[in-house]
């Protein structure tokens, strides 16, 4: 596992972005099916109509969160040497995410610490953003990241 970025490629500063995607009615009731996370919120139209805020059944937070994971795997994670999630701080609802909203990822490098003499941790600020420029989800994500040197070392 050598190819790849390492812990010393990453800066405070750096930024990504990923590619949009659409969220479906389909992706809602499948994360049902998957979570039981039926809340009246996210699929009864007619409760919606009488919500304070939802004028019509939206995305759960958690699903909106989940794609924004794949947005930082898929820009970022994936192309690291050797990698691990420790965590996902911060995590805010900012706006609801309707279906056929289309979302992408805006993350950049806010922190980068070193740990030991294998691993560093880089958090990055990451938002979930809709096609209206309206970020709707924000959350502080911690990826462990191999040092090159302890790749070196292995070798």
Aim: proline fraction near 3%; charge should be negative.
């Amino acid at each position: 596992m050598t190819a790849g970025s390492h812990f010393e490629d990453y800066a405070p500063g750096q930024q990504f972005e990923s590619r949009g995607r659409t969220v479906t009615d389909a992706d809602i009731r499948l994360f049902v099916g998957a979570t039981n996370c039926d809340h009246p919120n996210h699929t009864d139209a007619e409760y919606c109509k009488r919500h304070p805020i939802f004028d019509r059944p939206c995305a759960q937070g958690v699903l909106v969160l989940g794609l924004l994971d794949g947005f930082l795997a898929e820009t970022v994670t994936t192309r690291m040497a050797a990698s691990l999630n420790y965590g996902h701080d911060k995590v805010r609802y900012l706006k609801p995410t309707y279906i056929n909203d289309t979302v992408h990822g805006e993350i950049e490098v806010s922190e980068c610490v070193d740990r030991d003499d294998t691993w560093g941790l880089v958090r990055f600020d990451a938002r979930a953003v809709n096609q209206d420029g309206e970020a709707v989800l924000y959350e502080s994500h911690l990826v462990m990241v191999r040092k090159r040197s302890a790749e070196a070392a292995a070798t």
